[in-house]
């Protein structure tokens, strides 16, 4: 394996984690803004 093809492979793979890092972020405001939400009602 070149070198070139070691950083591709890094670079999707930190993306890939990234955009998971991301979402599972914006997942976990959701529902704390949830929560947070249901206990003043």
Do not use: E, P
């Not at 070198?3 to 991301?22: D, E, F, G, L, P």
Request: charged letters at 10%; aromatic letters at 18%.
């Amino acid at each position: 394996m070149n070198q070139n093809s070691a950083i591709h492979v890094t670079k999707n793979y930190c993306s890939a984690i990234y955009a998971t890092y991301r979402l599972h972020k914006i997942d976990f405001l959701y529902h704390s803004f949830q929560h947070q939400s249901n206990q003043f009602i």
